[in-house]
Every structure is written in C-alpha cells, then in structure tokens.
C-alpha cells in the first residue's frame, strides 16, 4: 500500500515530469545534432529549463522553458513535434526575431507574432530530414503558395510586409497564428525597465553563431546541402555585409605583360660586371615589360527597368566606378562597357581609360524605366563579340538588381554571369534560339568539388585502371589515352600527402616535383650539337640532354625495381612563362622536351586556383579536354578522420571539432593576407608534440608561426592554456588508471563548452594512444607469427641455418620496401621490430644449441607465447581504460551531448573502431543504440505511461 500523502505523490509526479522532459529535449537536441551538424553551436545554445509557470513551450534567448506536462503532451503526438519546436525556437533566436518585437517597424504584436512563426515552420519544412518532418495542412498549403507568389525570400520581415500590405481579417491572422503556432512569445517583449546591455549581449551572441553557422555550411560541411538551401539563404540574409568590390572585381583580372620596367627580374650581378669590364655596356638589361593581373575586358549591365529605385541605382553606380576609378584596377587602356537595360538596351557608354572614367561619373544620368529583360542585353554583348569590340574570353557580364522596399532598406540580389566561364559556378547552354548565361548545373565544366578523400578514392581507381593488362600483358587503356590526373583546389589541404598514401597503397613509386623550383633547362635539358647524315649529306643538329624530370624516373626505377609509378607535378599552372608552353606539351604528349615519360608511369598534377595564387596561368581548351580534372576542397570531417589515424594533436583535434571554420581559413586585408591550412595545423601539431617531449612551451607566438591568423592563433593559444590546466598534473591519466576523481568530475561538469571539450579530448587522446600501441603490437604479432610458420616450412634440415634464412628475408623485404618508400614510419618500426624479435629468437636457438628443427620451434613457441600473454595483457589494459571511461563521462556529464560526442568520436578513430570490433564494451553499444532515437522514444513513452 503506498501510504505516501498526495501532495507529496504529486510532487513526485512532477519532479519526474520534469526530469523526463529535460531527457525529452536533450534528445531531441542530440538527434537534430546528429541530422545538422552545422547548427552544432547553436543547438547547444539554449538551457532546458522546467518551468510549470509557463504556457507550453518559450525562449528569451537564453534559456527553453517548458511546463513539462505540455511538453509531455507534445511528445506524445511524436517524436519529430518536439524536434520541431525546438528547432523553431532555434530559428528564432538565429533570426532575431525575440529582438524584433521591441522594433517600432514591426510595431503590430499579432502580425509580427505570426510572420516569424511562419518563417519559422516554413524553414523548417525546406529540410530534407525525417526526423522534423510533417504533412502539412490545407490552410498551411494555401497560405504558403499565395505567399510565394510575391515573396521569393521567406524571412520574417517579408512575411510581415507581406501580411501588412494585403491587410488580412484578425480573424484570419488569428487562424494562422493557431495554425503555426509552436511557442509562447510573450518573453520577448521585455518591460521598459530591462537590461539594455543584456538584450544587446543576447543579440551579439546569436550573431556570432549564425555567422559560425554560414561558414560551416558554406565550407566544411557537406550536410548543409540537398535542400538546406533555403536555409543557408535566410543565414546569408541575416549576416549580409557590405560587398567588398575590389575583391569581387579581382576575380575578374587577367595576367597580362604590361609596359612597365620589371625590377625583380633585374640581376644586378652580370649588370656590374659588363660595366666593370666593358666600361659602358652592361650584360642584362631589365625587362621592359611586367605581367600584372588587371581587368581588361569588363562589362556592367545595370537593371534600369520601372521596378528599381534609381536613387538606388545611381548609389550603386557611384560606388562601383570608384572602385573601378582606381588607378591599379584596370589595364592603361581597358575596354570597360557600362551597359544599362531595361527591357532593350537603352544606353551602352564605352570606357577605355581613367580620365573616361570620371567623366562618367560626373555626367551620370539613368536611362530606362521600362520592363524587365535582360535577353537583350546578352544578344547585344554577343553583338559586340561578334563584331570584335569584345573577346569571348575577356567578356563578361555583371548586373545588380535593386529593388527600393519601405524606408532605406534594400533587398540586393546579385548573379554573376560569364563568357567561356571566366568564373567557376557559371557557363552557358542554348535554349530554343536564344542563348542562356547563367549558374552552371552541377558537374558542368569544373564538376562537383571533391573532398580530398573522395579525390584519393578517385586517384587510386584512375591509376588501379591505368596499369590493368590484358591477357598480353598490354594496357587495356593504351598511355596516348590515359590522361593525366589534374587536381586543383587551396594550397595546404593535403594535395602532396595523399599523393604519398596512393603510392604506398598502390605498390608503386612515387617521384614528386615542384615545378615552380625549375628553369627551362632543367626541365626539357640543355642543347648541344651533333652530326646526322640525310640524304648522304652531314648537317649539324640541335639535341637536347635528357630532362632532369625524366632522368629522376629512371633513377627511381633503377633504385626501386618498381617499372610503374606516378610523376607527380605540383603547382603546374604556377610555372615561369618560359616554362609554360613546355608545361601543356608535357600535359598534352606526355613529354618533357624530345624525352618521354616512361610506359607505366601516370601523370598526376596539382595546382591553386588563381584567387590563392598570384602567378596562375590559365590553361587553354585544348589542354585540359586532354586532362583528367579533379576539383577539391577542405573538409574538416575528412581531415579528422586522418588526423587520429596519424596522431595529430588531441588538442588541434578537440579545438578544431568546435572551431570548424578555422580548419581553413583565408582572409584578404590590407594588410595582406591571413590564412589558417591543414598543413599549417598538421605541422604545429608535429611541433607540439617535440616541444611537450623537451618541456617546452607553446604559446601564442609559437602558434602564429604556422596559423597564419593573428584571430585564430590567439583563441587557440588561450585553448590550449585550458587543455593544459587539465593535463598538467595528469588527473585524467589517473582516472584511466582507475582512479575515481570526484572532484575532477565536478569540476568537467560545471564547466564552459570549451572546457568540457578539453576534458573529452584528453580522454580520447589517452585511449587514441592505447588503441593505436595494441593495433600497431598486434601487426607486430602477426608477422612475427608468419615468420615462424615459414619456420616450420623450410626445407633446411639444420634449425639455426633455417632462421638464418628467415632473418635474411627480413632484413631483405624491409630494405626492398624502406627503399620503394611503399612503408609509413609506424610500418617501418613494426618490420623492425620483427626483425630484432627474429635475431633473437636466433640467438636463443644459437646459445641453446637447439640444433633440431623440432627442438628449436618447441622453444620458440613458447617464448612467442609468452609475448602473445602480454600482448593479451594489453587487450585488457584497453578494455579497462574504455570501461573507466565511460564511468567518468557518466559521473561528469550524465547522458547529455557530451557523451553522444564521446561515442560519436570513438566511431570517427580508425584504431578505436579496430578495437571496439572486437571488445565488447556494454556501453559502447548501448550508447551507440541510443542514438537510434525511435528505441529512446519507446522508453520515454512508456516511462509517461508510468506516471
């Protein structure tokens, strides 16, 4: 009999209503987590906090309050409503719209109510995830379809201009205030009295994430595509800056030589010389001319139709000339046509210099105020290539479409389109008979962008098809076919590595050139004189020694024995103008001079695109319809899992796990240039780990010595002060050891999200190590095992001579494959490891004049035994280390999200996968299956159903 009173059965109830609740939006929290990698800071942004005092479900941008029972309710409707409403609230706070509701613009309560719960849920439907799916209802499907039909950008002030204008019934905006309704707003609207400073705190912090949130969207992770496009807009909206034009136009430049005296290709040496010795007549001059990137050809086509606002127009011009009015943008004499269209051309002024330039601006007058078209404006630019006014190749067409709303306000929309496809993203097709400049469709032209792991997996099948032989021992793809391998994308993502890794994992040698380190001479050889007979008669001609290049193949076949392999030439289009030409003969013919590369040798070159590279040269049509091109970009994801599998830093792991965009970074200021890379993270992580060995520190100077970005090498100096603090006196070695640490617990629990991040990485950074030392012993068993079956094999009758000869085919495969360079550093001291348990065990057969085959394996057995024993022992020592763990995670952090990182993390590490195959860790798979939310739901459900 439960004698227990009913206010206290009551109050029971709801503490357990409310526990639940919290479980309930941590859940759905860790599923969104898991759907939207890239809203990974703004999901953990809100504090779930429960709240019987409140109707349903608010936010005030700080904290989620919910009356559990509602919540409870909610629930009970499905999983994905509650998914829903916290990503409702979510975009709430994104989009500002807490902050909205004190604006005097948005002064209607009701309508300002209803326009962001609208944008709210239509946001949410663009997602192409199941787990906030829903059908929506007749009205929502009426509603949505009369809106797009005069608002193309769903945000929350359009809605309410929208709404606004057509001046709909309360009645009706009350029913689509119940039928978009998720949260109670009246947080929002704080008294007069309230903290200033607190509201402008809560706005700044959202600012922040949402521009974290654009940058992982836009360049790390591949989840924000496939119809989170809509999504990524509304982020652009909200974090839309003023254009920087001088870097837009930059994309527009063209390396040109140019009348103007190249100093930096004067020698001052053989200068001095010939005056010193010849009185007045120098050896070299200096170049007479400079090759400089400028725009040459440009042309601007400004939308001057009845639905722009020309004071706007003029505003844009103004601007726009005096970027190009300065001095270093354009070529002496540019061919620059400003061409203003409505629904013809209404007027096209021709630019050819800077004095032109001005008089446009000071004689400005707008023509036009017709309809909208800009067809006409293309045929006229065909025209105008037609004709000859413009090239193809140097033509191009940019137009900004303003369209003046209430106020000073301005939506700005901008395409950029191209002749030839000057930009990557754009290029043209026919359409009936009218010609079609716009966004390029995906795989046209430069083709989807790859991360650098698919781009290896892509490498290895091209080589892997390359070297496949017919039954003749023929190539299947003759060498006049198999193009060579062109991979372009930012310097320092990983290019030259994975290069190394094809090679060693495809068997084959591997010879690498810079060719910007290279002269014409060494690249094609230098010229002498010989005598030929034709036709009965002697003429001297010209040949050429062989190409350095091409000797260093034949080298490395001499030293490898491997006839196949890869010719890797990096910064190919960055070679010197009197390098270039011999640059597409090698691509085109495979050539370097009059010396071909040898049969079974591939061809892979790597290059920047020219926003990264000053020097770039374009390639022309013919050269790359002649090459396999290979488009590729960072991506953190990838580089992560490679990072555990070669020992990067835990703490340049961690940090970068939260600071996703500061993997890679590149930002132009005119200061110069300031740069985060793989390479630059990879190598300090090399750095710190000599540095930790010697005792010494690495601070922010250090730091900014490979982290090119005074921003991010102080915030990683200040993290890695934090991992540290934790790491200093080893109190997370401690508790792997099996030391329970309360306080330690405590201490990780309370702390700030960057703090627990920390924790977490020490800790997977001590099982990384145990994980990676018993894969890496493991290998060291198994070839040790291979080497005494072959013991048990041999035909020597005498048991020494028989591990003589097992020794000597040791040292022997490991010198053949040191010297092939088809070994890792841990490969190679696992081989060598091999090696010195062999002349061991040769030795104890040796002193124990084990002279019988038989004799001499017993004995050996048995010491193998032994080291299969320890190296059980090490099996052990993992599995316990992963077992305190997970206590310690437990202690800390509950079940939240830390713990759904932890796993999420131990599935990322290649040598934590290897070994949780085969240990059964309980938790492991236990915290593994709760991230299959439906067997969550269907406990929580039946835990309500309990109360």
Known sequence: MDRKSPVTREQAEAEELAAIGQEILINARNELYLNMRYMDVALSALFPVPDYAVRGLQTDGISLFFHPRDLAALYRRGRAEVNRAYLHMIF????????????PRWGNELIWDVACDVAAELLTDGLPYRCVHRHPSPLKREFTARLAEEVSVVTAQSVYRYLEKRQFAVQYLLRLRQEFFVDDHSLWRDSPNSDKNQRQGKNNDWDDIREHMETEMETLSKEAGGGSEGLLEQVKIGNRERYDYRDFLQKFTRLKETLKVDTDSFDYIYYDYGMRTYGNMPLIEPLETKELRRIEEFVIVID???SCSGELVKRFLEETCSVLNQRESFFERANIHIIQCDDRVQRDTPIRSREEMVWYMEHLEIAGKGGTDFRPAFQYVDGLIASGELTASGASIFHRRLRAVSGENAVLRHRVHLYEGRLPGCGRARVGNQDYIGPRRPGACGGNKMNIKRAKEEIKNSIEAYLAKDARGEYLIPAVRQRPLLLMGPPGIGKTQIMEQVARECRVG?????????????????PFITEKEFGGKMYSVTEYTMSEIVASVYEKI??????????????????????????LQFLQAKTFGSHKIPGGWIIVAAGNPPEYNKSVREFDMATLDRVKWIPVEADFGVWKEYAYQTGIHPAVISYLSVRREYFYSLETTVEGKWFATPRGWEDLSRLMDVYEA?????????????????????????YLDLYHKYRSDDRIGKVLEGGRDEALMAQAGKGAFDEKLSVIGLILSRLGNEYKSLYLREQYMELLMNALKSFRTSSEADAVRRMEEIYAREQAELDRLKSAELLTREEEYVRRDVLESVERYLKLVRDESL???EQAFARMQAEFARENEAFGQMYERAGAMTERAFDFMEGAFGTGQELVLFVTELNLNFYSLKFLQEYECERYYQYNQSLLFEDREEQIRRRLEEI
Do not use: W
């Not at 709430?92 to 604006?103: I, N, V, Y």
């Not at 591997?510 to 230098?526: C, K, M, N, P, W």
């Open 558 to 583: 001499e030293k490898t024995g491997l006839s196949e392999g890869i010719l890797f030439i990096d910064e190919i289009n960055c070679a010197s103008e009197t390098l270039a030409p011999t640059m």
């Open 304 to 306: 001057t139709s009845m």
């Open 851 to 853: 002279d019988e085959p």
């Open 92 to 103: 709430h706070c994104l989009f500002g719209h807490f902050s909205g509701a004190r604006d």
């Open 694 to 718: 010697q005792g010494k520190t690495v601070d922010r100077d250090v730091v900014a010595q490979y982290i090119r970005q005074p921003k991010i090498a102080k915030d990683f100096a200040n």
């Open 510 to 526: 591997l010879v690498s050139y810079t060719i910007t380190h290279h002269t014409r001479q060494s690249a094609i050889g230098l």
